[in-house]
């Protein structure tokens, strides 16, 4: 059904790309996410079989990128050169040259008749990299022709994240790599993998292979928009699938070569039936029985606060650190009830002896528990806005999810903050137009032109500490996206919208400008290389 509504719309925006050239109308060259400053001018630089490629350092991760492309796409597969100033013919050159002066990773991109450069360093480097590709049109034979243009460029926001679940519906590795593929493109560079929930665990762990052999698996899953289905029908098909470690560590290091950082999240003290599933004695109630859930929702079953818990939980994210090398674990810490601390003697017994006011005080130990272990080890947690309740945890950075008001409080006690509020368009799994035009999920509203309006930066928060909002991030929860397809659906085209939000300055900002001249060619460029999307 996706691809038969893309195919019937998607024609009005090959007519439009026909019509409009966007590196000649558009003042950013086409270039999304719009770039800090583009200088055009007349003339073009052709790149044919005779153009020599060069660079400072020929096995740079963002030189070969460059060159890898145009082998696959040009069939033009000389090697790289080390740089020298004697070329006879024209010549792409990548350097760090002259580039002290730009911010983190910033990049500066010259087109003149006979030469590209690309100078940058790092992620710079390989952002300049993106912007050239995207200079290069989606037609061509043995050449491409591309404008004359100076463009010097960095991002707005150092944290510019995407999260995939890949609990409530699994997918492969090839397919997670084809995702962060799109956030390469777009200049995004740190991927959120919900690994751990409710319905599914996700990612191997040696010293407990319950948590794959019994917690990756359910039985089946409810059907429809269960909200409004009484009572609940299931499908009857079973869901399992989980990454070895040695699948991991491929994804971290696909992911590193494209300047992405992975934001793994293993969830506490709630969304914990899988792992209660497979070692119930990290409950409350022990002798009860727990199956991984075919439902969504919230459930009242969530880890106890326990030794063994922490013990169990410190083993975890030990075998999470040596796979993942990035400075943020997630941890979690929404939606979880109270209820069953609340009738646990252990529970109140733990929260009269730590003199702690409640049940929000006890999860604001746990958290600060699980805080002081990640620290010890060199690295940060990250959670949900619910981990400001009950006192926040001294290091923690939050993501705020229930509007920015969590975001808000957290920056005004001087931590740091992912804002990705549900209310603004960056829920990716909300619905992108009309409820009866569009496939069953979560419901929501979330149409492009929203994602594209926000701001991250309140203007409640006075300037120093406007300082601690480091980035934003959109998410797809899949509970009703049981197919790559479906993702690729949900996610783009308002994935391009976001990249403007993370990167662009607010002054580059006009949403007529990105959706009616530069997206129609983006969108080209999906429908030739076989990416589902919605227009």
């Known amino acids: 059904m996706l691809k038969k509504l893309t195919a019937l719309l998607f024609p009005c925006f090959l007519v439009s790309s026909a019509m409009v050239n966007a590196q000649d109308t558009d003042p950013y060259a086409g270039i999304i996410p719009a770039p800090v400053s583009v200088k055009k001018a007349a003339g073009e630089f052709v790149l044919s079989q005779e153009t020599v490629i060069q660079a400072d350092t020929p ?18 597969n000389k090697q790289v050169a080390a740089r020298n100033a004697r070329v006879s013919t024209t010549s792409i050159v990548f350097t760090s040259a002259g580039t002290d002066n730009l911010p983190a990773e910033g990049y500066r991109l010259t087109v003149t008749p006979n030469q590209v450069t690309v100078a940058g360093k790092g992620a710079g480097l390989f952002y300049g990299v993106q912007t050239l590709i995207q200079l290069m049109p989606l037609e061509h034979g043995g050449t491409a022709k591309l404008p004359v ?18 609990c409530r519906h699994f997918f492969t590795v090839e397919f997670v790599k084809r995702y962060i593929d799109l956030m390469a493109a777009y200049k995004l560079n740190r991927f959120h993998w ?3 929930d409710d319905q599914g665990w996700r990612i191997e762990i040696k010293k407990y292979p319950r948590l794959t052999s019994v917690g990756s698996f359910r039985k089946e899953s409810v059907i429809g928009n269960y909200k409004d289905r009484q009572p609940l029908q299931y499908d009857g098909v079973p869901v399992s699938g989980y990454y070895t470690q040695e699948q991991i560590r491929d994804v971290v290091k696909y992911a590193q070569d494209r300047y992405i950082t992975i934001v793994p999240e293993i969830e506490m003290p709630g969304h914990a039936l899988a792992a209660l599933a497979a070692y119930p004695e990290l409950s409350c109630n022990p002798d009860q029985k727990y199956e991984v859930s075919g439902k969504w929702g919230v459930f009242n079953n969530i880890f106890c606060p326990s030794e063994k818990t922490f013990g169990f939980l410190q083993d975890v994210l030990t075998e999470v650190m040596e796979l993942f090398p990035g400075k943020y674990i997630h941890i979690g810490g929404d939606e979880a009830p109270k209820e069953v601390w609340k009738q646990s003697k252990f529970c109140q017994d733990l929260i009269r002896r730590l003199n702690l006011k409640n049940e929000h005080g006890l999860q604001s130990y746990f958290v600060q528990r699980m805080e002081k272990f990640v620290n010890s080890k060199g690295r940060s947690i990250i959670g949900w806005d619910e981990i400001l309740e009950g006192g926040l945890a001294p290091n923690a950075t939050v993501m705020s999810w229930r509007g920015e008001e969590g975001g808000i409080e957290a920056a005004k006690q001087n931590h740091d903050v992912i804002m990705t509020p549900s209310s603004q368009g960056l829920y990716f799994d909300h619905n992108q137009g009309k409820l009866n035009q569009e496939p069953v999920g979560i419901g929501g509203n979330a149409p492009i032109q929203k994602t594209y309006a926000y701001n991250p930066t309140p203007a409640s928060l006075t300037p120093d500490q406007q300082k601690y909002i480091k980035g934003v ?5 899949t509970e009703y ?6 993702v690729e659906y949900m996610i783009l085209p308002r994935m391009l919208a976001l990249s403007e939000v993370a990167w662009s300055p607010l002054a580059n900002k006009n949403f007529k400008d990105f959706y009616e001249t530069r997206l ?4 080209a460029w999906f429908d030739k290389n076989g990416y589902n999307f919605r227009v």
């Open 194 to 196: 919900h690994l751990t």
């Open 520 to 523: 129609p060619d983006h969108l």
């Open 149 to 166: 243009v100076t463009i010097e460029d960095y991002p707005r926001f150092g944290y510019r994240g995407m999260m995939l679940d890949v």
């Open 473 to 477: 991030q959109a998410n797809l929860w």
């Open 59 to 76: 096995d740079n991760k963002a030189v070969q990128f460059f060159s890898r492309y145009v082998a696959d796409n040009m069939a033009y």
């Open 481 to 486: 996206i049981t197919t790559e397809n479906k």
